[in-house]
């Protein structure tokens, strides 16, 4: 297998992501066409992967592990097209749910001209790592995102009544029209920055 280099940048943590189709290639990593869950809940999104990451997840998922390797196991050893794909929505009837590990995700970058910049959107990331987590560290991990995006809101609030924004056009720009989110993410936001 031929190596290549992967850069990524702007990382973020993920408690639970879905795969319906796996694409193999002559490389060392793999792109994953699935969902990846959020507070609207899932959304589609590409990953890529190594195969010792794929290892970490594979491991977690106890009740479909085993279906999950052999399809693997057997595209490797018939795999006579690159690219070739093993489809598990196909197989399995559903995609597979990685539900029991905290994934620490990165998004892209590319090199248009002599500086690196972010490709994808929100709908492709590097899986960097997969570790397993108890229901409590991932209760913990979804908690800690919803703080981080309130504070992420009243800052981007504050942001708008800066440039002038009336008290009403700066809430509904930073997307805290609703009372109890506004007092939410000011709440977040006088934790995060100890005032």
Known sequence: MKR????????????????????????????????????????????????????TMLRAIEDKSEAVQMAIVQKL?????????????????T???FDNLRFELARPQMQPGNEWTDYGSDSCYFIREAAPCTSAEA??????????????????????LELEFDERSARQQADLEDDMKYTLAYYAWKQASGR
């Open 95 to 97: 995609p597979v749910i």
């Open 4 to 55: 290549i280099s992967v850069n990524s940048t702007t990382f973020q943590e993920a408690t639970a992501i879905k795969i319906g189709q796996i694409i193999l290639d002559d490389s060392h990593y793999l792109t994953c066409w699935g969902y990846l869950e959020t507070e609207q809940g899932w959304r589609k999104c590409d990953f890529v992967t190594n195969y010792d990451v794929l290892n």
């Open 77 to 93: 050893e018939t795999m006579e097209n690159i690219p070739e794909m093993i489809d598990f929505e196909a197989q399995l009837g």
């Open 139 to 160: 209760y913990q991990l979804r908690i800690r995102q919803c703080m981080h995006t309130l504070y992420t809101n009243y800052e981007l609030y504050l942001g708008y």
